[in-house]
């Protein structure tokens, strides 16, 4: 069984899900009400520039400034820099050192940037003004005449053979960096698709003259042909979409893109949703849980931060047939099978620690870091693997640009408020044990009444029943109790009558 990917078609949501034999690895969602933003060129307006963070914030019209780096600025794209560094490269690390951002933006400023990351969490979007735009088989920075390849074109013959092909054209005046895809490509697919680019170009740098800052100057594709685009590839056998419209438009790309792909693209008509294909549904809820089984008995625990993502790997019921040794071996190889996947499917960005069991064997850890690096190669984002610490963990970093699919499709407990646990009931009488001392020593009341959830009420009447007893004759004011069930199990009040 062959790749294949399902497209799902709402009014309110699109949903993408690339299926590898048999089995879901990633999942994209864009919903109609707060579609990413990561590739669109906006023309801004710099609201602050901080000098110590050698940095600014930039208006694009949304409700967060976003943020943009001195490292991240190609300075001739500004309008009124007050100083020009010499060519239109982006700072390499030693110039954006040497540079301090004021000689290159000041407040009031515009500019044309474009967007790298989403707004995540509490941080807006992150810009550059290094603009750079995707086709199938390029992508084109105007900010260049430098011809790049993709690291993953493995063969260095094809990368010289696609490196001239480009070369050779004098009208192609701009950089480009050669895609993956392009791999076997053709000089006439590699020639039109440069030159549609160029078309694009040109007309993003007219609109950009007529746009009022901060507007929107250009928007990426929509999540359906964004897919077409980035992840269609000849390993998946077909994409199947449940709605006649959009394969209207999917076929109308792949024409022009892609013709000699047009009949994977099937519409999708059975009564049976399309998600419920290869258990696509019960799959994303188990990605929102925290912990992992494995089929060994093992399990990984995930638990996403705002500055990491950690993951532990347990034995569990796993005891193995020969020495703990080579259980520990067997279960580190599986954990890193499913953390492979884990990553994609949930779309962990970002640091990534990950505590595999402690091997003692060099070999054992060369073979389980290899089966991690192998299983990303079909990683369509930028992931790069440490060795295992002296600690025993293994550092790693995933290209993040949008949110994580539990951010995504959730937010933060409203009754722990993120943290993942509440007070247990016994911990909430006793604060409210403390609440009504203070409140007898401070005011001359008749009586109190607790409000308080049925679970609390309920301890406060059993476990803790001769607690209150002792309260009360300590505190010489009776103490009525009453259930509030929309109350959680940490919230309560203490009313004086």
């Known amino acids: 069984m062959r790749d294949e990917i399902l497209i799902n078609i709402t009014p309110q949501e699109t949903r993408a899900s690339i299926v590898e034999n048999g089995v879901l690895q990633e999942v994209h969602i864009e919903r109609r009400e707060n579609r990413g933003i990561v ?34 600025i190609v300075t001739d794209k500004a309008e009124g820099s007050k100083q020009a560094i010499e060519g239109s490269q982006l700072l390499d690390k030693q110039q954006a050192q040497e540079t301090d951002i004021t000689t290159v933006l000041h407040e009031g400023q515009k500019i044309i940037v474009q967007v790298i990351k989403d707004p995540i969490s509490s941080k807006g979007a992150r810009l550059t003004t290094h603009i750079t735009i995707p086709s199938r088989y390029l992508v084109l920075m105007p900010d260049t005449e430098h011809v790049g390849v993709s690291q993953r074109i493995d063969d260095q013959d094809e990368r010289l053979r696609l490196r001239e092909l480009l070369e050779e054209h004098e009208e192609l005046d701009n950089g480009f960096i050669i895609r993956t895809a392009a791999e076997g490509a053709s000089e006439k697919e590699l020639v039109r698709d440069a030159l549609f680019l160029a078309k694009l170009w040109n007309g993003i740098t007219e609109r950009s003259k007529q746009v009022n800052a901060p507007g929107l100057v250009h928007e990426d594709l929509g999540l359906e042909l964004r897919i077409m685009r980035d992840i269609f590839a000849d390993d998946v056998e077909r994409v199947r979409i449940d709605d006649e419209a959009t394969v209207g438009r999917i076929i109308d790309f792949v024409r022009e893109f892609l013709p000699e792909m047009e009949s994977r693209i099937e519409l999708y008509q059975s009564e049976r949703p399309i998600f419920d294909l290869y258990n696509v549904e019960e799959e994303i809820k188990k990605a929102l849980e925290r912990k992992v089984q494995l089929k060994s008995g093992g399990y990984l625990i995930i638990d996403q931060t705002e500055a990491m993502t950690t993951v532990d790997v347990n034995t569990g019921a796993f005891v193995g047939h020969k020495n703990l040794e080579e259980t520990i071996f067997r279960t580190n190889l599986e954990a890193a099978t499913a953390l492979a996947r884990q990553l994609r499917l949930r779309n962990l960005g970002g640091i990534i620690i990950v505590d595999f069991i402690d091997m003692k064997e060099e070999e054992h850890k060369r073979q389980v870091l290899r089966t991690l690096e192998k299983l990303l190669e079909k990683d369509h984002v930028k992931t790069q693997i440490t060795e295992v610490s002296t600690l025993g963990l293994v550092e790693m970093t995933r290209k993040r640009s949008r949110e994580s699919l539990e951010r995504l499709l959730c937010e933060p407990c409203q009754q722990c408020n993120g943290r993942g646990y509440v007070k247990t009931a016994v911990t909430v009488c006793y604060e409210i044990f403390r609440e009504l001392s203070r409140a007898a020593r401070t005011y001359d009341v008749q009586k109190f009444l607790v409000l308080a959830s049925q679970e609390v009420v309920d301890c406060l009447l059993d476990e803790e029943a001769s607690s209150l007893g002792d309260l009360e004759v300590e505190i010489d004011k009776p103490i009525k109790l009453q259930v509030e069930s929309l109350y959680s199990p940490e919230q309560f009040d203490v009313v004086l009558m």
Not at 43 to 65: C, Y
Request: aromatic fraction near 8%; proline fraction near 3%.
């Open 39 to 72: 590739g669109n060129i906006y023309k801004g307006v710099v609201r602050r520039v901080m000098p110590g963070m050698q940095a600014a914030f930039v208006d694009i019209g949304h409700e967060k400034a976003a943020f943009l780096h001195l490292a991240d």
